[in-house]
């Protein structure tokens, strides 16, 4: 990537300059429970900023050690730091459809009875840190997945911009509508295109939800992201949340 200027960020500047309304974002970032140095760095990042990020976890990928240290970042500032389940260990159990962990080749009991024991583990390794939403591995589930979710006591399941809501009383769904890693044609978007991705979702009048994959992201894919999370710390007309307090300020479900 291109890093040498930040041009690709100026349409985004200029939709939150025009913006009529103050514009809602969040950051979310997968796949807590992988290359730990990468995430503790982008957590350090944010913090930095100001900003506040949700580690979604794998709760078979994460380890004790690491879950020590990320609860002493919850504890320490609860505003920016938060923790929740991500699947269960992030493994694909479709043969011929898209990856998925929790997808249509697996029955209700089966999602159930992973996402009860992927939230007991992190119960066991976080405590209370864990709030109530559930992040399915690569954004893909199915119904039964947010039937289980709401049967099991999630709150918020959170997905990407353009899957077909689910529309189940009782679970509200927030989802990401900017990824870092976006492609388009099975080519990768350039920072131009993420750029004006991003306005277009300012544009919107949507919340913009950023989705990050830190255990894929080296000192250039940080950079990059740096520029972007530096215009949306620093822009006024940008209202910064956590994903659960977002949630429960928006209409349900």
Known sequence: MDLTSRHWLAPLAAALDAAPEPVDAFFRDDDGGWEDDRLLRLLD????????????????????????????????????VGVHQHGFAHVNHEVEARKQEFGPARSLDEQRADMAAGRARLAELLGDAVEPIFTPPWNRCTADTAAAARELGF?????????????????????????WFAKRDGARLTLTEL??????????GAPLGVMLHHAVM?????????????????????????????ARALPGP
Do not use: C, N, T
């Open 45 to 80: 990042r944010f913090g930095e900023l100001g900003l506040p990020l949700d580690v979604a976890v794998i709760p078979q990928a994460l380890s004790p050690a690491v879950a020590v240290e990320l609860r002493r970042r919850v504890d320490a500032r609860p505003e920016l």
């Open 155 to 179: 709150e918020v399941l959170s997905r990407e911009a353009r899957a077909p809501r689910f529309a189940l009383d009782g679970l509200r769904e927030l989802p990401v509508s900017l990824d």
């Open 195 to 204: 750029g004006e991705l991003a306005a277009d979702r300012v544009r919107s």
């Open 218 to 246: 080296d000192d250039g894919e940080l950079a990059a992201a740096g520029e972007l999370l530096d215009v949306l710390a620093g822009h006024e007309r940008v209202r910064r949340w956590r994903l659960l307090a977002l």
